[in-house]
């Protein structure tokens, strides 16, 4: 296994100083790593295409070669950037990619994964980048990173360095600020998913949202055929929940969003609060952390979820800290005509012990589409 501080030593000493990304839980040590000890230097990009192009800018004012790292769930958003920005045909800007590899063939992994995995090579190289795997001892890993990083400077060019599973040695992050926030994220599932009606359609985005959604209803018994788990597509839950809303306007339609996925393509408020479509309901639930990955800080504790969705056009949007308050806030929503948005505050973490859902995404869509051409 590779030490963090090892890898991050290796990479400065070629003159790699600048760092940014989207946090992935393969990534986990890394990600925590540089957040202790990289500074201003090191920024959690909104998306991984953002994540380029922050460092296509640190480079055209440096000179130097950044690093961003991603899970390759994120891999669509580069793209464009990548090849319309960095590559060689268009400014040829050096990028150092840290690729987490979920989904790698012949591994387990979770459906949205698998289709991801198999292709991640051939985009990389139908893109022309360079890759490598990172090497899990140390002297082929340094090797790995030298040969990558001469390629990028001497040839201007991104490359990619794709990361196994317990590639890096486990890091201890230092605490973070305590949060306070009252309500865990399930506790706050619960009560707005007991403040709704059987005929509601839920809409839920990418991790542990989807699965904490998942588990409750089960616990209680109740079908799911209501709910759509956006198990992929990180920060799409809010258009697909448009486009339902959009399509069925009699319909309450609830997006469950995490602060995470809304900054990811917060342009999409934009387009619903223009759209103006009164029975589109979006929760945001905001812990300030990509929690479905390990923790890792968002924006979401410094932006205004509520003062920017009123300004992009929803009709109203509270926020709400109280459990006691939340299932009339819930009710409020339901009842106020749309686009409305309630952010919920909510504890990092997560009970060790939640499940995954146990139907397959064909079989929730299926239950999902009959629901809704009931
Ligand atoms: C495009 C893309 N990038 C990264 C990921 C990895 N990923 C899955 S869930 C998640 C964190 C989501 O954070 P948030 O929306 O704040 O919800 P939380 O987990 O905190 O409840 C990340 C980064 C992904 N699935 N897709």
Known sequence: MIRCQDFVEWLSALGVDFYTGVPDSL?????????DHAGDKHVVAANE??????????????????????QNSGQGNTINPLLSLA??????IPLFLLI???????????????????VTVSLLDAMDIPHRVLLPEPEGARRCVDDLLEIAKTERRPVALMVRKDTFEPYKPSDPPADNFQMTREQAI??????????DAVVSTTGKISRELYDYRDRIGQGHQ???LTVGSMGHASQIAMGIALAQPKRQVFCLDGDGAMLMHMGGAAIVGAA???????VILNNGVHDSVGGMATAGLQVSFTEIVKACGYTEAWRVERREDLAERVGQLRSQRGPAMLEVMVQRGARADLGRPKTSPIENKTAFTDFLSR
């Open 49 to 70: 295409g953002g994540g380029v192009a922050l460092a296509c800018g640190y480079h055209l004012a440096t000179g130097k070669v950044p690093l961003v790292y991603l």
């Open 87 to 92: 590559d060689r045909d268009v400014y040829s």
């Open 27 to 35: 990534l986990k040590p890394v990600c925590f790593y540089l957040a």
């Open 276 to 282: 103006g479509l009164a029975n589109f309901k979006h």
């Open 100 to 118: 987490g590899w979920r989904g790698e063939p012949g591994t387990k992994d979770e459906p949205q994964h698998v289709k991801q995995g198999k």
């Open 190 to 199: 619960e009560t707005i998913v007991a403040a709704l009606s059987e005929t």
């Open 226 to 228: 209501g709910e759509f």
